[in-house]
């Protein structure tokens, strides 16, 4: 069974940056799907960007040009890097790890993004 961690969570002003990083145990990560989702108050969770384990990506529209998600599977953590962050940003940020066939392997306790405009 996977565990993941997240943190760089907090409170940033609009147009400011996080880093938000997932820490996985165990020595499957490199070979796996990792997805970056968030989910607001009131709302569904929703993925904003997947990586896959030979480094190719995708993203949500509403964070495209904005967001980068990177991974270090020497160290079996992977990254979000948040730029230009917006208000409507604000949510519990949640990392997970999938096969390819979109088997999901774990999720991380989530860390909380509040942007203030």
């Known amino acids: 069974q996977v565990k993941l961690m997240e943190s760089g969570g907090g409170l940033v002003q609009a147009g400011g940056s996080l880093r938000l990083s997932c820490a996985a145990s165990g020595s499957i990560f490199s070979t796996k799907t990792m997805g970056w989702y968030r989910q607001a108050p009131g709302k569904q969770r929703e993925l904003v960007a997947r990586i896959t384990s030979d480094g190719s990506t995708n993203y949500a529209d509403s964070v495209k040009g904005r967001f980068t998600i990177s991974r270090d599977n020497a160290n079996d953590t992977g990254y979000l890097q948040m730029d230009t962050l917006k208000p409507e940003d604000t949510a519990v940020y949640y990392c997970?790890?999938?096969?390819?066939?979109?088997?999901?392997?774990?999720w991380g306790q989530g860390t909380q993004v509040t942007v203030s405009s």
């Open positions: 997970n790890l999938a096969t390819r066939s979109d088997i999901v392997l774990g």
